[in-house]
């Protein structure tokens, strides 16, 4: 009989694998939802979607590698990078979900919102949210909206042994948003990646709007992700990235 291995847990998902299979469990049955619409509309390899009942989704393992971990060198080639770039313009190129996504000023809201608490509440020095949120604030400019992934981790896109992309998971964020927003998300804590990434994503990128993404999406995740479990002040995670912001 397989193991079952708990690959996250906490109060709002639970994501569980059981041989080649995942089941991903949701308190939030829309988000759930949202995910398998998305994976079916998206044009680029995500993974097979077994079943879906209210609140469970059951998906097959994909092929491959992820690109690497938050907090550690990427071992994947420049030419995985690139592959990883096309495969993104190709999804901003598709036509619109039929679902909206964050506002810049809503998302303005969330920054004003989450800065505050964390000089509340002492989480970071204050020179540093203040000099993040003046960067971050970049970000907060109309854009046209594209098709985004909108959660775009370096572990949730994997390429195969030829460089190119075996799938992307993880799609309950998916929506209309920036492109530039998931660029970021993929970079976030590798710099170094950002050449090769838009090599491949064959588009004139503004590097300075990246920088502002890495800044916004660090200040307002740093509360989630202490109250969650996980660490932002961990090695090469969000407290090192909001510290290199210039």
Known sequence: MDEVEVVVAH???????????FLKVDADRARIAVEAEAMALAPVPTPEVLWHKPSVLAL?????????????????????????GAAIRTL???PLPPWTGRSAD???????RECDWLL???ALPAELVTRNRRIAEAAL???EPVFVHGDLQITHVFTGDDDQVTGII???????????????TLTLGHEERLDDLVAGYGTDVDLDLVRAWWSLRSLTAYRWLIQHGFDPAAPGCELDVLRAAR
Do not use: I, N
């Open 11 to 21: 109060s709002e998902r639970t994501t569980l694998r059981v041989g080649d299979m």
């Open 60 to 84: 097959a393992a994909v092929r491959g590698t992820a690109l690497g971990r938050l907090g550690e060198p990427s071992s994947a080639s420049p030419a995985a990078w690139a592959a990883a």
């Open 92 to 94: 901003h190129e598709a």
């Open 106 to 112: 809503g998302l303005a809201a969330e920054l004003e």
């Open 120 to 122: 509340a509440h002492e």
């Open 141 to 143: 400019r109309p854009w």
């Open 170 to 184: 993880d799609w309950s964020e998916a929506a209309r948003g920036d492109a530039l927003f998931d660029l970021a």
